[in-house]
C-alpha cells in the first residue's frame, strides 16, 4: 500500500510585531497616530478562537495608499492571555496585505517615549498564529 504524504506549503502573508508599553491601549494608539500619521480606531473587540468568553481589545487602521490592514490587539482580557507563550507582551501589532516596511514600522514605534520595547514574532516559536487571524 502506498501513502502519500501531504505538505503544507503555506506562506504566512503578515507580520506580527510584539509591544510593551504600561500605557492604555487608546493612549498608545493616539501616540502611534500622531508618530506614524495613521488613524487607529477602536473596533469590536476580537475573540479568542478557542474560547469564546475571552476577548481582546483591538484597534484597526487601513492604509488605503499601500492597501495595508493594521490592527493593534490587547494581549490581555481579565480571564487570560491572547497568546499565552507570550505574557510579558502588552500588545501585538498585526500587519496584513498590501506593502509595508518592517524596519521604518518598528523604528517608529520605538521612537515613541511610552514604548518600551518593539520586537517581530517569530511565527515558528509560537504555538499557533490562529489568535492572530482576523475575521472580518
Keep these: ?55 481582546f481589545e483591538r484597534f484597526t487602521h487601513i492604509d488605503e495608499g499601500t492597501e495595508s490592514q493594521y490592527n493593534i490587539l490587547s494581549n490581555r482580557s481579565p480571564s ?17 496585505g498590501g506593502v509595508y516596511s518592517k524596519k521604518i514600522i518598528i523604528e517608529s514605534l520605538n521612537q515613541i517615549e511610552d514604548v518600551l520595547l518593539v520586537f517581530e514574532l517569530n511565527l515558528s516559536n509560537i504555538k499557533s498564529i490562529t489568535p492572530f487571524i482576523l475575521n472580518d
Aim: with cysteine; net charge positive; charged share 20%.
Design 1 to 55: 500500500m502506498n501513502i502519500k504524504r501531504l505538505e503544507n506549503n503555506f506562506e504566512i502573508d503578515f507580520l506580527i510585531l510584539g509591544i510593551n508599553s504600561h500605557i492604555k491601549s487608546y493612549k498608545l494608539c493616539w501616540e502611534i497616530n500622531n508618530k506614524l500619521h495613521t488613524r487607529f480606531v477602536k473596533n469590536k473587540n476580537h475573540p479568542h478562537p478557542n474560547n469564546p468568553k475571552l476577548n
Design 80 to 96: 487570560g492571555y491572547l497568546e499565552e507563550s507570550n505574557k510579558s507582551v502588552n500588545y501585538f501589532m498585526v500587519v496584513q
